[in-house]
RNA sequence: GGCGGCAUAGCCAAGAGGCUAAGGCAGCGGUCUGCAAAACCGUUAUUCACCGGUUCGAAUCCGGUUGCCGCCUCCA
């Protein structure tokens, strides 16, 4: 089966062909270290996880790149503020970034460089653009000449003549074309700077992008990535700077993902809705967070709004419950060889993935799954068979391959509850289990209106109580 | 002003020419239960923003209308 991918060059689906039979080199732009990454990054930096992961899945040798810009205006001024020097300020949120994104599951990228460990590389693709013709030293910095390349703008599919009519692009007097954009830009006093043929001073944002996926994938390479809001001007830049400097093809495939709102608003820091991952973190379990990025197709936009959160939250807890209830019925892990191939579940959900990573659908799979096992569970009232059991453990052994490939379901069930009850502070277990003893003793006299009352009692602390055949269990009300 | 996207039940969301329009959440009825909870069963869109067109056949293709949204400036 082929993997088909919306190409944003060609806005189209295209069947994704690998340059080399086996083989897939990703870049993806990663973040800008000068803040906590929002959710915003979260949603991107699952996409790719989960197409890295379901390229793997599919047998393919991936080559993920994922950068830092490390140097940058932002970063310059936010320095500025803290009066920390900018390699420290880049450093603490690279490590907040892998704290964040780990705590989310996302893969580290084979490759994740930084853009000052490649100015020598940004320096020589410089020289090469003014040799062509493609560059102009202007004043103390270097600008790219958007006119000596004719295939400006076809990717975001844009007309040179349009921008140049458009009012928002301001006039510099050191620019042939409003649209030129900075390959070096010189330092001003107490910034950081690296010598080069033009003067010290800093690359401008695009050039690392074009250095660092040359460097690690070759001029031509298969899959580039990043947000929608990057397809303009960033991604544009990136590939003529590339194409006119390398001659290659640059990125064969381009797959942009959309943007999230909170509660229907674009997340900024004047409207007080910037959601960081740590904060939202706060309040929901990784996991959680994952599957609602997840359940709506990756290039459309997203709204988070904490309803939404919710419900795919109470149909996480009952994929659980299953997984919880199975534990009950025969142990943990009857161990089923899973050599056994032909599963209509992981074809269909296989086939879901490769149509443009279909991942809303593929869930609408697994939960489909979990019904029929609940289903199965209900009816083998008395004793499970052997053959039953197996058939099961086939089937969780199934939705957990699901699983890897959407970096979900890695909790064991009882690990998962305890961390979505850690989320509510307020619970004092000692208190729930004397209340449930109390009801034990009230039930037992069939005394119901005390044993009523208690369990109104746990309603209202948010506790819901779960009579079974082996007493009585607690969990918290989602 | 330029370019692009989206509109499917109470909410979220798959489906991209032809089997009864996935799935989740919420609601309602039922099985189970002392009563609940959970789970399961049933139920909730004769119809996919609106109007035309193409077709034997359209939620799906084409044109138009309306309404949202994004990018065009640093941004995932």
Redesign the pocket.
Same mark, same amino acid.
């Given at each position: 089966m082929t993997l088909r991918l919306y190409n944003t060059a060609t806005?189209t689906k295209e069947d994704f062909i690998p340059l080399q039979e086996g083989k897939v080199g990703i870049y993806v732009?990663?973040? &800008?270290v000068y803040d906590y990454c929002?959710?915003?990054?979260a949603?991107?930096a699952i996409v790719f996880d989960v197409l890295v992961r379901h390229l793997r899945a599919k047998g393919y040798d991936v080559t993920y790149v994922r950068n830092f &810009?490390d140097v940058?205006?932002?970063i310059i001024e936010r320095a500025k503020l803290t009066g920390k020097d900018t390699g420290t300020l880049a450093r603490e949120f690279i490590h907040a970034f892998y704290e964040d994104m780990g705590a989310l599951g996302i893969l580290k990228a084979d490759v994740e460089p930084r853009a000052t460990e490649h100015i020598d590389g940004m320096i020589e693709m410089i020289a090469a653009l003014l040799e062509r013709g493609h560059a102009y030293v202007s004043g103390t910095d270097v600008y790219f000449s958007v006119e000596s390349y004719k295939g400006y703008g076809q990717l975001?599919?844009?007309?040179l003549e349009?921008?140049k009519?458009?009012?928002?692009?301001?006039v510099d007097e050191h620019k042939r074309h409003?649209?030129d954009?900075v390959l070096w830009k010189a330092a001003k006093p107490g910034e950081p700077r690296w010598d080069s043929p033009w003067g010290p001073g800093r690359p401008g944002?695009h050039l690392e992008c074009s250095v660092m996926s040359n460097c690690y994938l070759g001029p031509t390479f298969d899959i580039h990535g990043?947000?929608?809001?990057?397809?303009?001007?960033?991604h544009e830049n990136e590939r003529a700077q590339s194409v006119c400097a390398n001659g290659g093809e640059f990125a064969r495939y381009w797959v942009?993902?959309?943007?999230?709102?909170v509660e229907?608003?674009?997340?900024s820091k004047s409207l007080g809705n910037f959601l960081t991952i740590r904060d939202a973190l706060k309040e929901y379990l990784p996991e959680v967070l994952r599957l609602f990025l997840l359940?709506?197709?990756y290039?459309?936009?997203?709204?988070f709004?904490k309803?939404?959160v919710?419900?795919?939250q109470?149909?996480l807890?009952?994929i659980y419950?299953?997984f919880q209830?199975m534990d009950e019925l025969f142990g943990s892990s009857p161990g089923v060889s899973d050599a056994d191939s032909g599963s209509p579940f992981l074809d269909r959900f296989v086939e879901?993935m490769d149509?443009?990573l279909?991942t809303?659908?593929a869930?609408?799979?697994?939960?489909?799954k979990?019904?029929?096992m609940?289903?199965v569970?209900?009816a083998a009232e008395g004793g499970l068979d052997q053959e039953t059991r197996v058939a099961l453990e086939k089937d969780r052994q199934q939705i957990l391959e699901a699983g890897r490939t959407l970096g979900l379901f890695r909790e064991r069930p009882a690990d998962f509850f305890a961390r979505l009850a850690d989320l509510s502070p307020r619970i004092d277990p000692h208190e729930i289990e004397n209340l449930i003893e109390q009801?034990r003793v009230a039930?037992s006299q069939?005394n119901?209106?005390a044993?009523?009352a208690i369990?109104d009692r746990l309603k209202g602390m948010g506790i819901?109580?779960?009579?079974?055949p082996r007493g &009585?269990t607690w969990?918290l009300d989602v």
């Amino acid at each position: 089966m082929t993997l088909r991918l919306y190409n944003t060059a060609t806005r189209t689906k295209e069947d994704f062909i690998p340059l080399q039979e086996g083989k897939v080199g990703i870049y993806v732009c990663g973040v &800008t270290v000068y803040d906590y990454c929002h959710i915003g990054h979260a949603r991107s930096a699952i996409v790719f996880d989960v197409l890295v992961r379901h390229l793997r899945a599919k047998g393919y040798d991936v080559t993920y790149v994922r950068n830092f &810009t490390d140097v940058d205006d932002k970063i310059i001024e936010r320095a500025k503020l803290t009066g920390k020097d900018t390699g420290t300020l880049a450093r603490e949120f690279i490590h907040a970034f892998y704290e964040d994104m780990g705590a989310l599951g996302i893969l580290k990228a084979d490759v994740e460089p930084r853009a000052t460990e490649h100015i020598d590389g940004m320096i020589e693709m410089i020289a090469a653009l003014l040799e062509r013709g493609h560059a102009y030293v202007s004043g103390t910095d270097v600008y790219f000449s958007v006119e000596s390349y004719k295939g400006y703008g076809q990717l975001s599919g844009r007309k040179l003549e349009d921008m140049k009519a458009g009012s928002r692009i301001a006039v510099d007097e050191h620019k042939r074309h409003p649209m030129d954009f900075v390959l070096w830009k010189a330092a001003k006093p107490g910034e950081p700077r690296w010598d080069s043929p033009w003067g010290p001073g800093r690359p401008g944002w695009h050039l690392e992008c074009s250095v660092m996926s040359n460097c690690y994938l070759g001029p031509t390479f298969d899959i580039h990535g990043g947000g929608r809001d990057l397809l303009f001007p960033h991604h544009e830049n990136e590939r003529a700077q590339s194409v006119c400097a390398n001659g290659g093809e640059f990125a064969r495939y381009w797959v942009h993902n959309g943007f999230v709102t909170v509660e229907s608003e674009k997340m900024s820091k004047s409207l007080g809705n910037f959601l960081t991952i740590r904060d939202a973190l706060k309040e929901y379990l990784p996991e959680v967070l994952r599957l609602f990025l997840l359940s709506k197709h990756y290039r459309g936009p997203l709204d988070f709004s904490k309803s939404d959160v919710q419900s795919l939250q109470a149909g996480l807890v009952r994929i659980y419950r299953t997984f919880q209830r199975m534990d009950e019925l025969f142990g943990s892990s009857p161990g089923v060889s899973d050599a056994d191939s032909g599963s209509p579940f992981l074809d269909r959900f296989v086939e879901m993935m490769d149509e443009d990573l279909n991942t809303g659908g593929a869930i609408g799979l697994i939960f489909e799954k979990v019904r029929e096992m609940n289903r199965v569970m209900d009816a083998a009232e008395g004793g499970l068979d052997q053959e039953t059991r197996v058939a099961l453990e086939k089937d969780r052994q199934q939705i957990l391959e699901a699983g890897r490939t959407l970096g979900l379901f890695r909790e064991r069930p009882a690990d998962f509850f305890a961390r979505l009850a850690d989320l509510s502070p307020r619970i004092d277990p000692h208190e729930i289990e004397n209340l449930i003893e109390q009801r034990r003793v009230a039930r037992s006299q069939k005394n119901w209106a005390a044993a009523d009352a208690i369990r109104d009692r746990l309603k209202g602390m948010g506790i819901v109580l779960e009579d079974g055949p082996r007493g &009585t269990t607690w969990r918290l009300d989602v």
